[in-house]
């Protein structure tokens, strides 16, 4: 009789009774509504153990890799240890030193970070950049593993922003922060080498998209890899350099600059990234889509690329989700 492991407890698991009826049984409350593995409320994530390819019926492939499963449709033959998503992704925060820091342009600062403990992570997946217990904020990993020596984050400078503006105006390379996570399914995942990717992001949202489009072409991806980075205008787009060469490396990566302001210089597209996207590709059908950045585009872009014919499975979206302070705060 395979066990179950949960929160320290050892639990048998009956034959033919699921992750969820051994949790419920030992009196073990999780998450659980339709029982029958369609409203995805039973999600949890194996340990240690691989959860049967079947309880897995219907995930993405980025929690797939991440041995996330359905409970209430898990029947294991073999030993579990599992947890819920959340404990998994709230892991203690771990300590890193500034490396380096470089203002890509006016707005954006590189800031190169060398943690303590190793971080197993996807390039794309977002980490929190913790100062300390007053201020700590997301930002998306724009490093590969095993290609980047240490993490790189792309943080702009968002006028009046706390985090954004102790990055830009106080941190220097030598000092020491902390991060948690990573955590995300903005990330590139094998399997289907010859799938479009497309990539769209405003701003610092380049910063996942660099990320995963080198990730990608790490890993062999022969399928064309398609990157549209928007700003209103052109001093605020970055990375140029490098993304060109990377055009001329790889014949199946292309890169396109968007600008939706009025001033628009040659080798630039004029319009909005995901309407100059769109226009460009037309059917989305069997591509994989990522799109970061201000949330109004993550949200237009989200529904054109599921009208564009995109399966909702298939969109990975990061809206930069910027929360103003408490009303509070302004007095
Ligand atoms: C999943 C995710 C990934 C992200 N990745 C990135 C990334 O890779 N790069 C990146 O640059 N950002 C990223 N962000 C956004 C980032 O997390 C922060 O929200 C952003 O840097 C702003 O934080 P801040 O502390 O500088 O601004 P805050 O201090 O939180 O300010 C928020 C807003 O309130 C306003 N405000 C603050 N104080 C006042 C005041 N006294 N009076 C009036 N208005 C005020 C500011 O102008 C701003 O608009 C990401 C967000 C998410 C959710």
Redesign the pocket.
Known sequence: MPTLRYAQRRLPIAEGQSVLDCLLAHGIQVPHSCRSGACQTGLMRAVDGLPPPNAQAGLRDTQKVRNHFLACICHPTDDLVVELPDNAEQAAAIPATVRGLELLNSD?MKIVLESHDPLDYRAGQ?VTLVRDSQ?S????LASVPGEDEHLH????R????????WVHDELRPGHRVELRGPT?DCFYTEGSPQQGLLLIGT??GL??LFGIARDALRRGHTGPIRLFHGSRSRQGLYLKGDLERMVRQYSNFDYVPCISGHDVPKGHASGRADQVAMTDIGSLKGWRVFLCGHPDMVKSAKKRAFLAGASMKDIHA????????PLA??N
């Open positions: 954006v977002f201020l904020r997301s930002y998306s984050l792309h943080v702009r968002v006028p009046r922003g706390r985090a954004s503006g995300g701003g610092s910063a996942p990061d809206p930069f989700v910027i929360n103003p302070p705060a302004f």
